[in-house]
């Protein structure tokens, strides 16, 4: 099949679950934005879960699935087309939940409803063409966009699946296809520009599935001018119902039955593991220096969207952020064709390469997040933290350096550990730019896995799956039992124009 | 009293899950013709009662049997949501215009009732808050519907012109034989535009029937106090104090603190609060003491002068 028959079964596919996912993330929002806190981290957790496994994982447990079904093609279209819907339909969920509710409220449409279509009808304002802006279809269009955008983009488990089946490879995707040329055929070797002959559909696509995102995020700028309606329509219980069995078997199929699997299939292997016939130890040592880019790529990309939100550069936020959207594959052909054009020979391949575009790829993401984690602090309870930092009594500043690690430090350490784990299991960017001493481990037991099954590689993928779990364990725990340091407590007098409280005699 | 008015709404065994304790539970409820105010403080179920109503939310249990008149030419129900429900891509002339029953009617009159006549072109986003709720009610009375359900309405709005646009509301309704429901949590527009109401506490109905009835002859303190400012007597208060067994419930205009030297009680102190006034009163005989809130409608009584309750008579 050649590349535009490829892009264009994939854009099909992308655009049908999407379809299907849309209602879907209606009903999960609804519930999330109702919720108490308490229902509502929990859902958000359960949401999150199979967003957040690894899609090597994921196509790794089930490749026997699909070889089972080789012969049913469909069935197998439609079990990856399942498992692509677990895994976009919390991207669609947030996306309702963090945007601004639209103007056109449920309350005020079903005072339209109650006026009757025919009395509306008079008003041309009022008609449903212009009530498609400003009602529920101004946030879904976006997270429709959003969630065929990642289904478009899918590369993983695709990948892992993809089996020749009659005359043709399924399922179908571009991604897959151009990465085969450029592996296979050396696409771009002679010219650089050979990349844009094959590129620029899926880019195009990529940017026709982001604009309304893009649309939204850039007409939702603080606006004291827009209607901003306070009514929620209540949930029902069937809604209910439909999002904790979704919210089961997403866990389920998304994280549960792969995870399981890995360590099901990895039993035998993990005497041997253990005894160090698989390599553990240098595995570990791999995984560590996995780590270390990521860790300062997912900072500085923290920092980035910190910054420029803090600072409210939008434009420049989503300027900077649209690379980063647009996949890792599309980002990392970019920035392949820009510094084999532009920059110094070798620079291709390098861990600047590799830093410039991991950082682009997650500032979207570290955007979102400092948004959903809120990690940007109110001024006024920081100013009234810092002011109790500088107090005279030691209890006073230990109650001020925890309430700023309650309210700016632990958000900000789940945020980069989230942007790290991210980093930490990234592929295709770090196939396209990393040079081979810098491969990470995730990339290792990836390309293993096209090779099948086996016990020694399930235990050892199961290893590098755990090795940042376990870092963050270990530093949750040993968060627990450090106390503020007492350099905190001994810090100078306050620095304020107050006058500090008189001492009683 | 005998109600003659028809039924709008029958409640029947109603009931709305929350997250801790159920949003409404009502077994029975007749919601009549005519203005009818439903009462009660924030999260009563005001809100979850009214949009059951509209049809804006289903019950998870029970049914409501709904009798609006539909054979008059006019809509049968319409209604303003606590957060105004506004088109916002409409300019206040077309929100007019979108409802009115004739197309061409002119909706000036309403604008300029509610001072919106000035603001005709201008969008929802850009008016204030006072003027969105103005612009609600004046909608809803352009719909000219048989029922207009009502919640909260001129929340918003500025008390300079609260009264004058409540007026508005309650005369459009009743020139156009429009019935009225709606909330609210202040018991003084309910007394002076509903002439039955529905008292709602905690998710549940604890009192409905004529508002002057109820007002007067209240079945509990909880009752009592949702209507207005009340004296309550228990019934071995009411011995004490001799006010009279019949009289649990002593509305401050209905309390006259007369000059007694055999009375049961002298007064210790008291204080002025606007209209009312708030005397405390001590027993001779026991070390007990409460507050009675009357009008101040004479000069303060001088402290230590003993006195009884007496009940001042109002026509029912």
New interface residues.
């Given amino acids: 099949m050649s590349l535009e028959a490829e892009c264009g079964w994939t854009l099909l596919r992308a655009i049908t679950i999407s379809l299907v996912a849309t209602p879907l993330v209606t009903i999960l929002a609804r519930p999330l934005q109702l ?2 806190p308490r ?1 509502r981290r929990r859902r958000l957790v359960a949401l999150a879960i199979p967003f957040l496994t690894p899609g090597f994982v994921v196509g790794y447990a089930y490749s026997n699935v699909t070889l089972d079904l080789v012969h049913q093609p469909v069935l197998n279209e439609l079990f990856y087309d399942l498992l692509l819907l677990i895994g976009v339909v919390p991207v669609g969920t947030f996306v309702l939940v963090l945007a601004p509710p639209p ?6 449409d ?3 409803q ?3 279509s025919d ?2 009808r ?2 041309r ?2 008609g449903w063409s ?2 498609l ?2 009602g529920p279809a101004r946030n879904r269009i976006p997270a429709f966009g959003l969630m065929a955008l990642l289904v478009f983009h899918e590369f993983e488990i695709a990948s892992l699946f993809r089996v020749i089946a009659g005359q043709r490879l399924t399922p179908a995707s571009w991604s897959n296809a151009l990465f085969e040329l450029i592996a296979l055929q050396g696409l771009g070797q002679r010219s650089p520009w050979d990349l844009w002959r094959f590129g620029w559909m899926p880019l195009a696509c990529s940017l026709g599935l982001l604009a309304p995102l893009l649309a939204l995020a850039w007409t939702s700028r603080r606006d004291p ?3 901003r ?3 929620l ?2 949930r ?2 069937w809604e209910e119902r439909v999002a904790s069995t979704w919210l089961a078997v997403a866990v389920g199929m998304g994280t549960a039955i792969p995870l399981g699997n890995l360590i099901y299939d990895g039993a035998p292997g993990w005497a041997a593991t253990w005894r160090g016939e698989h390599r553990l130890g240098p595995t570990l040592a791999h995984a560590g220096r996995s780590l270390i880019p990521t860790v300062a790529i997912a900072v500085s990309a923290a920092i980035i969207a910190g910054w420029l939100l803090r600072r409210r550069h939008p434009g420049l936020l989503m300027a900077l952020s649209l690379p980063g959207l647009l996949g890792n594959l599309s980002l990392g052909l970019l920035l392949t064709w820009t510094l084999l054009i532009m920059a110094p020979a070798g620079f291709g391949h390098s861990i600047g390469a590799l830093l410039i575009g991991q950082s682009l790829w997650l500032l979207p993401r570290a955007a979102l997040l400092i948004v959903l984690l809120a990690v940007l602090p109110r001024r006024e309870s920081t100013y009234l933290s810092r002011l109790l930092q500088r107090g005279p009594t030691a209890a006073q500043r230990i109650a001020g350096w925890r309430l700023t690690w309650q309210h700016f430090g632990q958000r900000v350490a789940w945020m980069v550990g989230l942007l790290c784990w991210w980093g930490y299991l990234e592929l295709t960017l770090n196939e396209l730019l990393a040079p081979p001493e810098w491969l990470s481990v995730a990339h290792r037991m990836y390309q293993q896995m096209h090779f099948g099954r086996n016990a020694a590689l399930s235990s050892t993928t199961l290893v590098v799956v755990m090795v940042p779990l376990a870092v963050v364990g270990l530093l949750v725990t040993l968060g627990r039992f450090v106390s503020v340091p007492t350099i905190f407590l001994a810090s100078g007098s306050p620095r304020t124009h107050a006058k500090p409280p008189e001492r009683e005699a | 009293m005998v109600d003659t008015q028809p039924g709008l709404w029958t409640v029947q065994g109603i009931h709305l ?1 929350g ?1 801790t304790r159920p949003r409404l539970k009502v077994d029975h409820l007749e919601i009549m013709a005519g203005r009818t105010a439903v009462l009660g403080p924030s999260g009563a179920g005001k809100t ?1 009662l009214l ?1 059951l109503l ?5 019950p ?1 249990h029970g049914r409501i049997e709904t009798r609006l008149p539909t054979d008059t030419g006019r ?1 049968p ?3 303003i ?11 206040v002339d ?1 929100h007019l ?4 029953p004739h ?1 061409t009617q002119s909706s000036q009159d309403t604008l300029a009732q509610f001072g919106l006549d000035h603001l005709q072109n201008t ?4 008016l204030s808050a006072g003027e969105r709720s103005r612009l609600s009610v004046a ?1 809803g009375l352009a ?1 000219n ?1 048989g029922v207009l359900v009502a919640d909260e309405p001129l929340v918003h709005v500025d008390p300079a012109r609260l009264d004058r646009d409540w007026e508005s509301l309650v005369s459009g309704t009743r020139q156009a034989g429009t019935s009225l429901v709606f909330a609210t949590h202040l018991p003084s527009q309910a007394l002076r535009h509903a002439d039955r109401v529905v008292v709602l506490s905690d998710g549940q109905v604890i009192a409905e029937g004529h508002m002057a009835n109820l007002y007067r002859h209240p079945p509990s303190r909880e009752v009592a106090e949702s209507l207005g400012p009340a004296n309550w007597f228990e019934p071995e208060d009411a011995i004490a104090w001799a006010v009279g067994k019949a009289h649990t419930c002593l509305r401050p205009e209905q309390v006259v603190l007369e000059a007694d030297p055999s009375g049961p009680a002298r007064i210790v102190g008291s204080h002025d609060i606007g209209a009312f006034r708030e005397t405390r009163l001590e027993l001779i005989d026991r070390a007990r003491g409460r507050t009675i809130l009357h009008l101040a409608d004479s000069a303060p009584p001088p402290g230590d002068l003993r006195v009884k309750i007496t009940r001042r008579v109002f026509a029912e």
């Fill in positions: 919720d108490s229902h103007p056109l409220g449920p309350t005020a079903w005072c339209g109650l006026a009757g009395r509306l008079r008003v304002s009022c212009r009530s802006w400003y001018g827009v209607l309606p306070t009514g329509r209540p029902s219980p | 899950v997250d979850t949009n509209v049809g804006f939310e289903s998870h809509l129900l319409f209604w949501p606590p957060d105004g429900g506004l088109w916002p891509q409409a300019t077309e215009q979108a409802v009115v197309g969008c929802p986003g850009q909608r719909a519907a």
